[in-house]
């Protein structure tokens, strides 16, 4: 390299290694923001954004998973309930001829036990296992609810007095079957009597549908002669809708920027040069209801605000001045040596600068929803809340404050925060029922900005407030 | 206070070593910033950053060279970072193949500092970093030509004609004294 030095290289290397410029003091007091804990907190959050969104982003996925699979657990929960309901039902005495073992009604903890002591034997019997050990057990607990019925099969002659169909059943089925003499004179009439007024009370009345019971079904497959219990007029609870719903929705937002603070000729340039264009908000939520009328919403929201910054400025003319050394001639005394001042006049040139703005906001809303009017098909409700932010990002430029260059969003200058802080969100949201699980969702909305978006040392505070015009779906589950 | 007991009190990041640390240092390397930098404020942003970087790595100083070096080395590495970011595009400039000749010296000594920065601060960009490099750090073309992507024949491209650009400067410089005459 030396071979090839040359002198320009020489005098600048020469005049400018040891140069110094004495910074400005705020370049210092930036520097030392950056060494506090809360700081270093929070660039390492920003640092791992992406970490901490795909975490949140695969919270909701396992989270909606998960309330998919509850929702099929409830649904054999439900068919547990009304078999147990069966078999908890209050069975008809038995007649006092019959054993002693039949006398009462087993317990449900009985019945269980028997049934695990059936399944035992069913599979040494190679009976055709179900894979889900959930569902192959309610046929299990219908067609054997009973010790007796499993010691009909064993022993026949104990349970001849409890395979006896009733007359309940009998008049219930419209069959015309001769019971045999000894039962009739076994069986108490006074029983018999009180199952047939039961059974004409609840005839009288509307009794509700029954809907379509595994436990009966399979009963009656079995042929089962368990009539006291299987005909019994249970009336099943109303399946209630699960609570849980989710909700993906998206908005164009019409967004309004408010400066507050600093230098009013700042506020104006910033109004002036950067326009607020195109914004829009995607929100993924999970919605329970309490109750009616009482619903709680939360999630994820993505809102992004473009600006567009177009700026002229043009600097004024540059004068510089030199001090040089020269000689004059004198005619009297000869050259005479002198210092005077040379003025290099640049002039002024006008620079422009041209920038996309984006602001990102990563938010989780919780907003309290009241549900004012329900019908069949239609929901209107009123909801608000904070909308708590995660994360914010911008990029492009933007005035500085002394009108005469840009900030760069990336640079260490950029006067944003990380963190947006707290956010008001108020909606109506009006859903259209298009089936079992979909409704259709129209939510106009305002959101308030109650933090400034810019770090207190910039002088002045910037919000946005935002109207908001969502469309979606929700899935009930 | 030495500059062993600097390194170390900014190890242990007591604040009045990491200002001391910074009061030594910070006008040398704004100097190094402006040089590299478009404007003032980004020079600031550079020596920001950098003295940020300067603070969480200086456990990692080994003292196997100067400790101003090493972090002349950063603010440096920190300008080309905003360099490669930025990806200036090299502006062509029209060179009069005439101003290519030797100085004397005695005539370009009475630049002052203040005079030489601003021609290097008003050096097309791509001539600029290429300048900085080679000229006054001491980067050969095949590290310049590594640290930018670009040929090597680019760099020494570059080069010569951040030479003609500036010896023209500096003629331009010393005609005003002789138009004075």
Known sequence: ?477 | MREEELINGCIREDRASQYALYKTYSGKMLAVCRRYARTDLEAEDILQEGFIKVFDNVSKFRGNGSFEGWIRRIMVNTALKLYRKNSFKNEVIGIDDNYDMPQEATVLDKLSQGELMRMVQDLPEGYKVVFNLYAIEGFSHAEIADTLGVNEGTSRSQLAKARKWLQKKVIESQNIEYERK
């Open chain 1, 1 to 477: 390299m030396n071979e090839n030095r040359h002198p320009i290289d020489d005098l600048f290397r020469d005049g400018l290694d040891q140069y110094s410029v004495e910074p400005p003091m705020h370049v210092w007091e930036r520097i030392d923001q950056t060494r506090t804990p809360v700081y270093k907190l929070i660039n390492n959050f920003k640092q791992n954004a992406r970490w901490y969104m795909s975490l949140a982003a695969g919270l909701v996925l396992i989270s909606s998973a998960a309330i998919l699979i509850l929702k099929d657990g409830k649904i054999d929960d439900h068919a547990l309930s009304q078999t147990q309901a069966v078999n908890e039902a209050p069975a008809p005495e038995a007649p006092s001829g019959s054993a002693g073992k039949s006398e009462e009604a087993p317990s449900i903890t009985d019945l269980q036990a028997e049934n695990q002591s059936f399944q035992s034997e069913a599979s040494t019997n190679q009976l055709p296992a179900t894979t889900n050990p959930f569902r192959a057990e309610l046929p299990t607990r219908a067609s054997n609810a009973t010790p007796q019925n499993r010691a009909s099969e064993e022993t026949p002659q104990e349970m001849a007095p409890q395979e006896e169909p009733s007359k309940t059943e009998l008049a219930q089925n419209g069959t015309n079957v001769t019971p045999p003499k000894e039962q009739e004179k076994v069986d108490v009439p006074e029983q018999m009597e009180n199952n047939e007024q039961i059974v004409e009370e609840v005839q009288g009345e509307e009794i509700p549908e029954v809907t379509e019971d595994p436990l009966v079904k399979s009963s009656e497959e079995a042929n089962d002669p368990q009539p006291e219990k299987a005909q019994q007029p249970v009336v099943n609870p109303p399946i209630t809708p699960s609570p849980w719903s989710v909700e993906i929705l998206g908005s164009y937002d019409f967004v309004n920027r408010h400066f507050q603070g600093g230098n009013p000729a700042y506020r104006n340039a910033r109004n002036k040069y950067e326009k607020v264009g195109a914004a829009y908000t995607f929100q993924m939520r999970a919605e329970y209801r309490f109750n009616r009328i009482l619903s709680v919403r939360s999630g994820l929201s993505f809102s992004q605000i473009h600006e567009n910054l177009n700026f002229n400025y043009t600097s004024p003319d540059q004068i510089n001045v030199y001090q040089k050394t020269g000689y004059i001639i004198d005619p009297i005394n000869g050259p005479q040596k002198i210092t005077y001042e040379v003025k290099d006049t640049m002039p002024g040139s006008t620079t422009t600068f041209r920038s996309s703005n984006s602001y990102t906001f990563l938010d989780i809303p919780i907003l309290l929803n009241y549900h004012m009017y329900t019908t069949n098909k239609w929901d209107l409700g009123l909801s608000g809340g904070p909308v708590f932010n995660l994360a914010f990002r911008q990029r492009g430029q933007i005035v500085n404050p002394s009108v005469t260059d840009v900030i760069k969003l990336n640079g260490a200058s950029n006067p944003y925060k990380g963190y947006a802080g707290l956010n008001v969100m108020f909606n109506l949201t009006a859903s259209y029922k298009l089936d079992k699980h979909f409704d259709l969702l129209f939510e106009p909305g305002l959101r308030f900005g109650v933090t400034s978006l810019t770090n207190s040392s910039f002088g002045m505070t910037q919000k946005y407030n935002s109207y908001n015009l969502f469309t979606g779906v929700r899935y009930n589950f």
